[in-house]
């Protein structure tokens, strides 16, 4: 796969922030040294967030989120900023552009406390010192001042003469958090040598020619951690087993075949999904454990969300449309109301739910996936992922979640609760 194919929900979000004509456009084009951000003289050229993906050395692929001013006005800028704080929810690294000549605003002080309050690394940007008639030392003076007001790192630039934009880059690099080992799909379960078996179902709501996106990633993951990769099919799952030479490390299913799949490989073989990884990977799998007890507590009558992060065509069997929802009535034996979320847009009034079902989260970034287990934490709402919902109401979560252990616990301490 190529940089330009890399997904975006792969990449490191840098998003910058910013009053009107701060030069926030102009930056990312001198760092990327491309003309990649409409810049003009006209304030709010930028209205929605744009996101621009490309290849930032040493980093690697990045997506660029430039965003509209935050000291817009009128109804349609309040629309505007409302979209801009939004894109906290899938920041990385933030960027604050500060204008040299306004020195650190009001506007700059209220992102920075956003920003800070959701922990996000963050660097500050002063832009524009070409326009200062000032000395070196009155440039430390307001670099240092704007350090204290913000409680950040502020680097000095010139967007226009790229002056500063070498200490920007070395600036952003050590921002980075760096999370690559923390957080591997399978990496971590597996050994240089092992083998690892992929069920992975070829029906109608597969795409024609092709895996799907966390199919891919798995199959890299085991590669890129020197084990070796087996894929099959449902059907063939059992001759596959038989032909081996020894037994797997583990078994990765689609969910949507649990049962069949647990049914035709041996109990001491460890089990679990594509959907789990990625709770795991993405989210919280402990999180998504304890809400899977809340389907058996679901009454006639309760509102349950059922949330993607795609926008994929839907089959007539659809997994999230069709599926879950016919499931877990059958599950509880309970008149349930569905709703369902599709895309980027994550409701405003998750209180009103009994219960979320989220998919894997494979087109979100990790931080995105996490703002909205927090969504549901914080109203009180209990999610379970996708894999986590299938596996309990199919009586195999205990074991589809034994490769993890402090996910085995949470489970055991659910069912104690």
Sequence with gaps: MSVNDTPRSSRLHIALFGRRNAGKSSIINAVTRQDIAVVSPVKGTTTDPVY???ELLPLGPVVFIDTAG???DGELGELRKKKTLEV???TDVALIVIDAACGVTSFDRQIAEIVQSKAIPTLGILNKIDLLETHTEDLDDLVRSSEEKLGFKVVPVSAVDQQGI????KALIATVPNEDDKFRIVGDLINPGDLVVLVVPID????KGRLILPQQQTIRDILESDAIAV???EYELRETLENLGKKPRLVITDSQVFLKVAADMPKEIP???FSILFARNKGNLEEMVRGARAIDRLQDGDRVLIAESCTHHQQPDDIGKVKIPRWIRQATGRQIEFDF?????FPDNVKDYSLIVHCGGCMMNRRQMLWRVEQAVEAGVPIVNYGVAIAHVQGILERAISPFPLASLAWKESLQE
């Design 341 to 345: 979320a599709n895309g980027m847009k």
């Design 70 to 72: 935050l000291d817009d």
């Design 166 to 169: 070498t200490q920007l880059k």
């Design 204 to 207: 109608k709501a597969a795409p």
């Design 271 to 273: 089990l679990t999904s």
């Design 231 to 233: 894929v099959t099919k």
């Design 52 to 54: 621009k993906s490309m």
């Design 88 to 90: 906290l929810n899938k």
